[in-house]
């Protein structure tokens, strides 16, 4: 099955750089590639996601890129702000089992 | 528009007691999710029911763990009897269409601790 990992599990940056997740995938068949923001107390929001035909997709500060040859994909977060202080995930799946297999999640923290 | 509700959002039992979590979700949306976070590491899938019909259990740990969604609308999650690895937290995700690349809503979670 499909297993997905994650890195780093901690991030602290400051207010205004930018933040970089990634994360890496195993099953070729995967085609979705959504990333969910957990802040705390609430659950998992949908932010960004990139399907397998798009190597780049970008939301205002938040970009998500994806290399489907060496199976790896990023998120990328502009000019962080203390709101963007949260768990990240990000998640894979395929036409045929739409379940979503998550990576182990990343704390960012944006220091004032 | 309401969102996915879970009930409830927190709940603490001893371990051999049965405990049960309710997911609603949202109106119109044929396919519901369980999944649970264990101890801080990742999200994990558990099943997945279209309408009301289990499309894919693969990923329930064990048959103390029972899901039920009577007439396609909310949906049960039991765990009889409860053991202490079943503490964590579980989500509930509705998505209203069949196909790949459906944006799952998430519920914000039922806490579990068993003691």
């Known amino acids: 099955g499909e297993n997905v990992e994650q890195h780093p599990s901690t991030l602290s940056v400051q207010e205004g750089d930018s933040a970089v997740i990634k994360c890496t995938y195993s099953?070729?068949?995967?085609?979705?590639f959504p990333w969910y923001k957990q802040e705390l107390g609430k659950g998992p929001q949908l932010i960004i996601d990139?399907?397998?035909?798009?190597g780049e997709k970008k939301d205002q500060r938040i970009a998500v890129t994806l290399n489907k040859t060496a199976k790896h994909f990023s998120l990328h977060i502009t000019e962080t702000q203390p709101e963007d202080s949260a768990v990240y995930f990000c998640?894979?799946?395929?036409?045929?089992?739409?379940?979503?297999?998550f990576g182990s999640g990343t704390r960012l923290q944006v220091q004032p | 528009e309401a969102g996915v509700t879970q009930f409830p959002s927190h709940s603490v039992i001893e371990k051999g007691q049965t405990v049960t979590l309710r997911c609603d979700p949202i109106?119109?949306?044929?396919?519901l999710y369980w999944y649970r976070r264990v101890m801080g590491k990742e999200i994990k899938f558990l099943l997945h029911?279209?309408?009301?019909?289990?499309?894919?259990e693969s990923g329930m740990p064990n048959n103390r763990f029972l899901a039920e969604r009577t007439g396609g609308t909310y949906s049960t999650l039991k765990v009889q009897p409860a053991e202490l690895e079943d503490s964590g937290v579980y989500f509930c995700?509705?998505?209203?269409?069949?196909?790949?690349?459906?944006?799952?809503?998430f519920g914000q979670g039922t806490r579990l601790t068993v003691v």
């Open positions: 029911f279209v309408k009301e019909s289990k499309q894919d």
């Open positions: 099953d070729s068949a995967s085609n979705y």
């Open positions: 995700a509705s998505s209203p269409e069949q196909g790949a690349g459906t944006e799952a809503f």
């Open positions: 998640a894979a799946s395929n036409t045929g089992r739409r379940a979503l297999t």
């Open positions: 990139i399907r397998s035909n798009v």
């Open positions: 109106s119109g949306h044929d396919n």
